[in-house]
């Protein structure tokens, strides 16, 4: 008897076909799985570096937030701004709620956050770029600013730090503008983006998913319009406190949330 009849009498040929056809689809898997991965990334970094390269840029944008009550209702509070910003060392920001109106002034020497609905203000020194000043109000007083990474001139290096997978997903419609689709896989945060098709590949679309929290609550920004190029009028990061304007602490940096004092934060999975 020859090897192949033994074979075929055994089984063993069927066995030895079957393992070949699954090894070989999870090649294939695992090879379309890293091409995702390459292709998002390589779109992230693109956006990365038009961004950074970008000297002045005015944009407008909305903002949603969601927060988890202890009874398990889900509740979401919007906001919509706008920020104009000049490197390396020029930030305006204002930003609109239900709760706040607020407005940050930063000229590379000093960050004045002014509360309009308070009429009062906090002033500090700052460090002397926009990167920094984004880490140190994180660092420094307990500020998320979420969003604020896409700005920064090496945002590819900071937002894929710690990604476990990444993923391309597509083309989509965001605003009527064609958008590439990518989501992003961290320990305690998933996270998507929609980056703009074409020779000016910026953010449109970013949704945060919390994975710590109970009911997974998002955050969404949504970039209305974006200009670059722009001229900023020269006292446009001068703070002037308003007449009868309160100087507080800097506690009162606070005021930057997207949620309102007293919001419930969510219960840890």
Not at 8 to 15: A, D, I, K, L, P
Not at 110 to 129: F, L, M, R, W
Request: proline residues 6%.
């Amino acid at each position: 008897m020859n090897v192949s009849t033994i074979a075929n009498n055994s089984g063993f040929g069927r066995r030895s076909f079957l393992y070949i056809l699954v090894t070989v689809l999870l090649l294939t898997a695992g090879q379309a799985s890293r091409a995702q991965e390459n292709v998002a990334k390589s779109i992230l970094k693109a956006m990365s570096d038009y961004v950074g390269s970008q000297q002045t840029i005015g944009l407008t944008f909305d903002s949603d937030i969601e927060v988890i009550t202890p009874q398990l209702e889900k509740i979401q509070y919007s906001n919509s701004g706008k920020a104009l910003l000049s490197r390396p060392d020029k930030l305006h920001a204002h930003r609109v709620s239900g709760h706040a109106d607020v407005e940050l002034f930063y000229n590379g020497r000093t960050v004045s956050i002014y509360g309009k609905s308070i009429n009062g203000y906090t002033q500090t020194d700052a460090p002397d770029t926009l990167d920094k000043l984004i880490e140190a109000l994180r660092a420094g007083h307990g500020v998320a600013l979420p969003g604020a990474d896409l700005l920064i001139t090496n945002a590819y290096e900071v937002l894929v730090a710690d990604v476990m997978e990444a993923r391309y997903l597509g083309r989509a419609i965001i605003d009527g503008r064609e958008c590439e689709h990518l989501a992003f896989r961290n320990f305690d945060t998933d996270w998507q983006l929609w980056v703009e098709a074409g020779e000016r590949p910026i953010p449109r679309k970013m949704v945060i998913t919390s994975k710590t929290i109970n009911s997974a609550p998002q955050y969404t920004l949504r970039v209305k319009s974006w200009e670059t190029g722009v001229n900023p009028a020269p006292d446009a990061f001068t703070f002037v406190p308003p007449a009868g304007a309160e100087k507080l602490g800097p506690d009162a940096l606070i005021e930057l949330d997207e949620l309102p004092q007293g919001a419930p934060a969510g219960e840890p999975q």
